[in-house]
């Protein structure tokens, strides 16, 4: 819905509990690298960020850390982002969490 950018940056809204995506650049650090060519042999991307989760988290105090979430996005497209809204996270798996 954005395209296939090469970079893409991940947003966090707390007031909102949501979650945006919009496409970056390879000169932000914050930016995260794309690999179309495997997202395209699975038809999934799958985002596995400790950090951002534990941050999610605090915010949204239903979140399970040990649980992996389904979130449909919706296409804001005058300002190209894709925009989840945390509330409507659905669990989807459980594992078991590596101990640091």
């Not at 179309?36 to 949204?60: D, F, P």
Request: one cysteine or more.
């Amino acid at each position: 819905m954005i395209g296939d950018p090469d970079y893409i940056q991940l947003l966090v809204n707390p007031d909102k509990k949501s979650v945006a995506i919009r496409a970056g650049s390879s000169r932000d650090h914050l930016s995260l690298r794309m690999r179309w060519k495997e997202i395209a042999r699975t038809n999934c991307c799958e985002l596995h960020s400790k950090v951002l989760l534990s941050e999610l988290k605090k915010v949204c105090t239903g979140l399970d850390i040990s649980q992996t979430y389904r979130i449909a996005g919706s296409l804001v497209p005058s300002v190209g982002v894709v925009c989840f809204c945390m509330d409507d996270a659905q669990p989807i798996a459980s594992f078991e969490m590596e101990e640091e």
